[in-house]
């Protein structure tokens, strides 16, 4: 199929823009070598938002072609120049920032103004983080010997594989592009092939503000495709990916026959515990944004909360009031719509046939628990939110990753009780405590089994603060100075001083 390398672009809102429906490598948009498409589906109506390129492996073999020679420049580019570069980015986001929300939740369904705008702060947030950090990328000397000085530097690791999901098509590809570039390194960004719009015209910023070509290259795929092709490149020297544990565990597997280093964000099914202490409207409002922000779609969600006995029916009542008063559901465009729909048919299906599990398992539906078919709703994949009760821990609700906005709630009697419920699964990406003992919050945080711990909040990450799992959550850090890390790797230079006798 051959369509036009751009299309004219008139929003929902209003806004117009031109899209770019090529392949972003080496600075210019081409097509793909084989000519195939793929659709970007509207999540409020079902309809094509626009048909752009698919890469295939031959595409990726062109665009590592191009990184790697860039690389050859680029890694001797200053930090400092890194940095401006970075921050240039980060000023043409800031003012593109209305246009930017409106491209990313007319492609992925979050609704605009109570979700998309604060995507594009976070990548501001992100990109200009790691600009700082460009020209601080420092070693050591290690003296030990009068007759030997060793040092180290820190070198990038050259071309860089990306793969982004679709759940939060910028700021994830902001995770990931900042540190890389703040580092050196050059990048293959591959997005979902459900969301590519937006950073398909993200790509247009990255040049205008005089990224080199060839540092950045930015295509639209599938993972059987253009994923499996970058994972196996043998000029690909590391593979970073955030996406499901299954998909996750693939790329384990095929990049390990060239040795790549690997950084894996996967599936969480993270618990919320609220003991007898803690301050039950703070519990609710935060339980509520864990599990209701971005349509559930968060791999962080807090989607098993575990509140004490003695609290337990007046929480569930509490959280069910104040979803149905504060989460509105709408479309991306419906200035007050907290939730929109899900992202994709098959995303609404699969979350449609957990509830019905969950119904065939006895939990309790206290809220919502089906999709919704209320006038233009009826045409998109939207889901009411959905609060189960009374769960038990062997439920396929309670263990398997929904990624919905649906949320199980369970009850315990003991500190040790909601510890041992809360590590009562393969995943071990975040966690939340709510009580007023911050003795007691700081000991169950050390007990806990996950990568990060929220203490009287959930799901509020920052870009100073490293990101990421343990456990089948995956392995390697995002954010940070330990994301930085993750995009360098260690040179030791040995220098003899002594003489052989």
């Not at 980060?90 to 246009?99: C, G, H, I, P, S």
């Not at 369904?109 to 983080?129: H, L, M, P, S, W």
């Not at 759940?167 to 050196?184: I, R």
């Not at 959550?473 to 993750?486: A, I, Q, T």
Request: charged content about 20%.
């Amino acid at each position: 199929m051959t369509i036009p390398l751009e299309k004219e672009v008139t929003l929902p809102d209003g806004q117009k823009f031109t899209l770019p429906t090529g392949l972003f490598i080496n600075n210019e948009f081409v097509k793909s070598k084989s000519g195939h498409t793929l659709d970007s589906i509207n999540p409020a109506t079902g309809e094509i938002n626009g048909t752009v390129y698919a890469a295939e492996a031959e595409d990726v073999d062109v665009a590592v072609k191009a990184a790697k020679q860039a690389f050859k420049s680029w890694k001797k580019v200053s930090g400092v120049d890194r940095g401006i570069l970075l921050n240039k980015l980060a000023d043409k986001m800031v003012e593109q920032r209305d246009l930017l929300g409106s491209i990313e939740a007319w492609d992925s369904g979050k609704t605009k103004e109570q979700n998309a705008v604060y995507d594009i702060d976070e990548c501001v947030n992100c990109f200009r983080y790691f600009a700082g950090w460009a020209d601080k990328i420092t070693g050591k000397v290690i003296q030990n010997d009068p007759n030997k000085l060793a040092y180290t530097v820190h070198e990038p690791l050259s071309v860089v594989g990306q793969i982004v999901p679709w759940n939060y098509p910028l700021a994830m590809s902001a995770w990931k592009l900042a540190p890389a570039l703040a580092a050196g390194n050059v990048v293959i960004l591959k997005t979902s092939e459900i969301t590519p719009l937006s950073m398909l015209y993200t790509a247009k910023l990255i040049k205008e503000v005089g990224f080199p070509s060839g540092v950045v290259n930015i295509i639209s795929g599938y993972g059987k495709t253009a994923g499996t092709a970058l994972c196996v490149h043998p000029d690909v020297a590391k593979i970073a990916f955030t996406g499901s544990t299954a998909t996750g565990k693939l790329i384990a597997k095929t990049a390990a026959d060239t040795m790549k280093a690997v950084t894996l964000e996967c599936g969480g099914k993270s618990p919320l515990i609220i003991r007898a202490d803690a301050d039950l409207d703070q519990a609710v409002k935060w339980a509520a944004i864990g599990i209701m922000s971005n349509q559930g779609q968060i791999c962080t969600a807090t989607s098993r909360i575990y509140a004490h006995e003695s609290i337990y029916e007046k929480f569930v009542d509490a959280l069910s009031t104040h979803v149905q008063q504060e989460y509105k559901q709408g479309s991306m465009f419906d200035a007050d719509a907290v939730v929109g729909p899900q992202v994709s048919e098959q995303q609404r299906d699969k979350v449609l046939k957990y509830i019905q599990i969950g119904k065939q398992e006895g939990a309790r539906v206290v809220l919502g628990g089906e999709k919704n078919a209320e006038g233009e709703l009826s045409k998109g994949y939207f889901i009411k939110p959905t609060i189960f009760a009374d769960v038990k821990p062997s439920m396929r609700i309670v263990n398997e990753e929904i990624f919905g906005p649906v949320v199980s709630i369970g009850k315990f009697s003991s500190d040790e009780e909601a510890i041992a419920l809360a590590n009562g699964t393969e995943y071990g990406l975040g966690a939340a405590i709510f009580t007023s003992n911050l003795t007691v919050a700081h000991t169950m945080a050390a007990d806990i089994e996950s990568g990060m711990v929220w203490i009287n909040s959930s799901n509020d990450s920052d870009v100073h603060i490293p990101f990421g799992g343990v456990k089948m959550s995956g392995v390697g850090r995002e954010l940070g100075e330990y994301g930085l890390d993750m995009y360098t790797q260690a040179k030791a230079i040995h220098v003899n001083l002594g003489t052989k006798l």
